[in-house]
């Protein structure tokens, strides 16, 4: 029918709009290379901040003795505890417990944040069982993963850039993150230091290095998206400090990257419109699992205004900003059921559009295609770009060399959603080559940044 025809054509623009030829997927990564450059040069060089962590040793696996980690970035928060036993022992015995965060308090006041968390913490730390081994007279000591963006000053201090990810409190914004949430946990009566204040991309870097020595860079794909990686201290003519190591992570914020490369449509000029961060975090609005369920959502609105797709009356449900989840579109993408039962349910159950044929569930799926493998090759091409800035992006010279190159990565997206993996991993070895991908690992670190703020707590403890 003319809808059809109409709805194939809003497709096939979208394609043409979305195309990530190499080419083009080698322009971002040139583009990745040189905002890295100019963003470890100085200050507010780039839209690349190359954050300073202070984290200038990452774990070694000598870590010993019970430590505590509060990962807060995303619509959960998480607190762990952990007892380390050196070399030997490892992780003796670690325990978590996930939290969601009530929508209000992402858009509240900072004090009832804090005191959430710390509330949430003082009762995990309550039921502290006989495995973990605290020394007389020490404090418990904390590794803080706050997954946003902040300028350091040291391990263990930090003021918050802005808020991301939906959060937004305006009385935050320039206040130390690390008081904040000491003053909070001073509410709650509770004994505990914060011993480094990271990032969960520097928490995966720290974890997955503890698994895996030669884990040089850690990428997150849940929520949002960013990057940490290990630089060589000559190579960051801003710092301010010299490492003794001669090396320092640093946290890209490459979510708020920028090229006239990526490939951009009026959906996503609209959703970045319409965002609480207008002109910000365009990568990630282009890649992570809070946006690319709303990309979805816009391009089939589209489909049902101007194809009437969903019949005469535009579904109502379909209106509603953020209602279609990228865990639904991952779903309706997997379906491999030949009637495809599950987008027609997820049509059906998210959106209340009942009784759709094959062909309409079919062109859903196309979406879905379009939007995930964008999103899953610029995200490669990234990748690609922090490999060439650290000489990694070409086979090891010496033949005799068995270097490995290995990318932690941890993250809902890139967990579960199996296709977009299947196309990040594939567009890598695509931009490498067959030789040079033969040493680069892209490496689930599950979790990693949770255990990893533990492990830098222990690394950077005041009782080292
Ligand atoms: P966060 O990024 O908030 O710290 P996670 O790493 O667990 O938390 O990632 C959660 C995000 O991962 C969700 O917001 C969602 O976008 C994405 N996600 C979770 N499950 C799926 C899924 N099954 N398919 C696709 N994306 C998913
Ligand atoms: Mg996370």
Request: glycine letters at 10%.
């Amino acid at each position: 029918t003319g809808r059809r025809a109409r709805a194939e054509e809003v497709l096939r623009v979208l394609e043409e709009r979305c195309a990530t030829p190499i080419g083009k997927l080698r322009e971002v990564a040139d583009d990745m290379t040189a905002e890295m450059v100019a963003g470890l040069q100085a200050e507010g060089a780039s839209k690349l901040k190359m954050l300073v962590s202070y984290v200038d040793n990452l774990p070694t696996g000598d870590e010993k003795g019970l430590f505590y980690a509060l990962d807060l970035g995303g619509t959960n928060f998480r607190v762990l505890r952990v007892q380390l036993g050196g070399k030997e022992g490892r992780v003796l015995k670690q325990e978590y417990e996930e939290v969601s965060i009530p929508p209000h308090l992402m858009v509240g006041s900072s004090n009832e944040l804090f005191d959430f968390i710390a509330a949430a913490l003082a009762k995990f730390v309550a039921s502290e069982g006989e495995d973990f081994h605290l020394p007389q007279g020490r404090h418990r000591e904390l590794g803080f993963t706050f997954s946003f963006p902040v300028k350091q000053s040291s391990i263990a201090s930090g003021i918050l850039i802005k808020w991301t990810k939906g959060f937004c409190i305006d009385e935050t914004v320039g206040e130390d993150v690390v008081a904040e949430l000491t003053k909070a946990m001073e509410r709650q009566g509770l004994d505990m230091k914060v011993a480094a204040l990271v990032n969960d991309t520097i928490g995966t870097l720290a974890g997955g290095r503890y698994d895996d020595s030669d884990v040089i860079a850690a990428v997150i794909l849940g929520t949002g998206t960013n990057a940490a990686y290990v630089e060589r201290a000559q190579a960051i003519p801003k710092l301010n400090v010299v490492p003794k190591s001669g090396e320092m992570v640093i946290n890209m914020e490459w979510g708020n990257f920028w090229s006239p490369h990526l490939p951009m449509t009026d959906y996503d000029k609209a959703l970045d419109f319409d965002s609480l961060n207008p002109g910000e975090q365009i990568y990630e609005k282009l890649i992570s699992g809070m946006y690319l369920g709303e990309i979805l959502r816009r391009v089939l609105l589209r489909m049902a205004k101007e194809a009437s797709l969903f019949g005469d009356i535009v579904p109502s449900k379909l209106e509603i900003p953020f209602v279609l989840r990228t865990p639904h579109m991952s779903a309706m993408h997997h379906d491999a059921s030949p009637d495809l039962k599950v987008v027609g349910t997820k049509l059906k159950e998210v959106l209340g559009i009942p009784n759709t044929s094959w062909k309409t569930r079919k062109l859903v799926v196309n979406v879905c295609d379009v939007i995930a493998k964008r999103g899953a090759r610029i995200a490669a091409a990234g990748i690609y770009g922090i490999l060439k800035k650290l000489g990694r992006d070409t086979a090891p010279t010496d033949t005799a060399s068995k270097r490995r190159t290995v990318i932690a990565m941890d993250g809902g997206l890139y967990e579960h959603y199996a296709i977009f993996s299947k196309w990040l991993q594939s567009t890598l070895r695509e931009l490498l080559g067959e030789e040079a991908s033969a040493s680069v690992v892209v490496k689930l670190a599950n979790d990693g940044s949770g255990i990893g703020a533990a492990l830098l707590a222990a690394s950077h403890s005041q009782y080292l």
